[in-house]
Structure formats: structure tokens, C-alpha cells
């Protein structure tokens, strides 16, 4: 099975930086979309399959966690999982986000705490097996 990713952030530099870790991690690809902020995010949800969200949270338009609050109220998009990826520092908003069954990881990343937290999520089925 190839997983389709949606990759959010309003840096085209993070975004590049994240869809090559992901490449790089060994994961079955599909397609991949970008989207610079939630609302952006929300679009592409509606176009494409997606079967991963990897976000950011401080953006303009509309933020990670007002997405990802969207995408709650959304049958459709609700169990998608996905994946925080911020510098954010505080921890009552960590721990809430966390409370909503969300994995974060704090920038900078390495690609392995992406391929980690990526198999962490979806399992290691979609990984190929000479994925590093
Ligand atoms: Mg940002």
C-alpha cells in the first residue's frame, strides 16, 4: 500500500526538508501535496485521498491546531492521522495536542525522528523492507 502525504507548512524550506526525510525514510509514497497553511490544508483534504498529515502549527491564515480542530468536526477527515511537526515551546498546548491522540515532534528534526514517528503512526507494513 502507497501512502498519500499531505505535508503543512507555511515554510517551502521546512516543507522540502520534510518530504525528503519522509522519502528518505523507506515508506510506501503515493502521491505527495504541500499546503502552506490550514486553510490550504483543509483544500487539499477535500481534492486528495490523504492518508497522512504532517503539519505545522504557527501560520497565518489558519493554523495547525485550528485544522486539525477542523478536521475533527469532519467524519471524513477525523481518523486521518497525523503527525506535529513545530517549534512550538509550550507545554500546556504539547500536552493538549497530545491529547487529541496527535504525535508531535519538535523542529529541528532529524529525518529519523521522522521515520520513527512516521512508522510509530502507520506501522511498519508500509515501510519497505530496506527502508534505513
Ligand atoms: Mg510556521
Redesign the pocket.
Known amino acids: 500500500m502507497a501512502v498519500n502525504i499531505l505535508i503543512v ?3 517551502g524550506v ?1 516543507r522540502s526538508m520534510i518530504q525528503k526525510s519522509v522519502r528518505m525514510s523507506g515508506l510506501q509514497i503515493g502521491e505527495v501535496h504541500q499546503a502552506a497553511n490550514g486553510q490550504e490544508g483543509l483544500d487539499a483534504l477535500e481534492k486528495h485521498w490523504i492518508d497522512l498529515v504532517i503539519t ?4 497565518p491564515v489558519m493554523t ?1 491546531e485550528e485544522m486539525i480542530g477542523r478536521m475533527h468536526e469532519r467524519p471524513e477527515m477525523k481518523a486521518i492521522p497525523t503527525i506535529v511537526v ?2 512550538e515551546g509550550s507545554q500546556t498546548r504539547i500536552e493538549r495536542l497530545k491529547h487529541k491522540g496527535l504525535k508531535f515532534i519538535h523542529k529541528p528534526f532529524s529525518p529519523e525522528k521522522i521515520r520513527d514517528t512516521v512508522k510509530d503512526v502507520l506501522g511498519s507494513e508500509v515501510f519497505n523492507e530496506s527502508g534505513a
Open positions: 507548512d507555511d515554510s521546512m505545522d502549527i504557527n501560520m495547525g513545530s517549534t
